[in-house]
């Protein structure tokens, strides 16, 4: 069999599409556009992109955007100060410190000083606490996760009662995926560096999320027939062929896997695109709040 690929970019346009009317209607009912403000500290060049592509991808959807940039000298004292001042601003729905932040900064404290209503990215400690409780609801999910469960439920009538394996427990994507499909009602497994028989683990899932971020580590083998794969990873493999010498692979061994799945998702084309449609759908519901209409 050869798996159906889950074509990420136009799960993310349709998104896109949605969010970009969602600001129209806003705009004709009298109300501001949303705005996003994206905290940059220091000059680490990933970053730089990530914050450049959503700069760029607000526009597209008519989302004003404030870009802040600070030096990595920026002190503790400066990053929250920055943070409470956007806090402060009216033109403002979402904040978004992009991370990792320079060593020396307490993360956890510049994401708690984020008002808990515009924090678009998910991880303020209120929201990640109450995605972790049941008959709590978080104000915002992550927007990797809230991606990957978005593409799932486009694959699969329900989640209920299936068996999911998350293949990683970072706090930005393995742990909040984990929350959400165990919302889901899924039965859901957590492996890592420290399972023991990963193969056999992972051959049980009906689901696999793999975020792990190790090049191609999931092999053919290891995949259960029929299974629905989302690939997170996103990994440099050295490649002579390419201009840039090296290509962008998943945590999965696409081609190995392709011949087992059910479906798969592309590294890239598949959950990249949708981290930030998902970002500028939880923008547009925190201007929808601020204004007494969601």
Request: glycine share 10%; net charge neutral; hydrophobic share 45%.
């Given at each position: ?6 074509d990420?970019?136009?799960v993310a346009?349709?998104?896109r599409q949605?969010?970009?009317?969602g600001?129209?209607?806003l705009v004709?009912?009298?109300?501001p556009?949303?705005?996003?403000a994206?905290?940059?500290?220091g000059e680490?060049p ?7 592509m ?8 008519g989302?004003?955007?404030y870009?802040?940039?600070?030096p ?7 990053v929250?100060?920055l ?7 009216p ?14 900064l307490?993360e956890?404290r510049i994401l ?5 209503e515009?924090?678009?990215d998910?991880f303020?400690?209120l ?7 049941k ?11 809230a991606g990957?469960i978005?593409?799932l ?6 989640l209920?009662?299936?068996n999911a394996?998350v293949?990683?427990?970072?706090n ?6 984990a929350?959400?499909?165990v919302?889901a009602?899924a039965t ?11 193969p056999?683990k992972?051959r049980?899932?009906?689901v696999?999320?793999?975020?792990v ?5 999931v092999?053919?083998d290891?995949?259960?027939?029929g299974?629905i ?13 390419k201009?840039?010498g090296f290509?962008?692979?998943?945590d ?8 087992v ?6 590294v ?7 981290t ?7 923008t ?6 601020a204004?007494k209409?969601?």
């Open positions: 069999m050869t798996a159906r690929i889950i990420g970019k136009a346009e349709e998104v949605g969010v970009m009317k600001v129209e209607d004709k009912a009298g109300k556009r949303p705005g996003l994206t905290v940059l500290v680490n990933a970053s730089q992109v990530y914050v450049s959503k700069q760029k991808a607000c526009a597209e959807v989302i004003e955007s870009g802040q940039v600070l990595a000298t920026a002190s503790q004292a400066d929250e100060g943070v409470k001042e956007l806090n402060a601003d033109r403002i729905n979402g904040i978004l410190v992009q991370l990792p932040l320079p060593a020396g307490d956890e708690s000083a984020i008002n808990i515009k924090d678009v998910g303020h400690p929201n990640v606490g109450r995605l972790a409780q008959g709590r609801d978080p104000l915002f999910v992550p927007a990797t996760p990957v978005y593409l439920q486009k694959e699969l009538p329900t209920e009662g299936v394996v293949l990683g427990r970072s930005i994507v393995g742990m909040p995926v929350l959400l499909l919302r009602n859901v497994t957590i492996c890592h560096s420290r399972s023991k028989d990963l056999s992972v049980e899932a009906d696999l999320v793999a975020a971020g190790r090049a191609e580590m092999r053919g290891w995949i259960k027939p299974a794969v989302i690939d997170v990873g996103t990994n440099r493999k050295d490649d002579p062929s201009k840039r290509r962008l692979v998943g999965v061994a696409f081609d190995e896997a392709v011949e799945a059910g479906a798969i998702t592309p890239p084309g598949g959950v990249g695109p949708m930030i449609a998902m970002l500028l759908q939880n547009l519901r925190a201007a929808k709040m204004n209409m969601a």
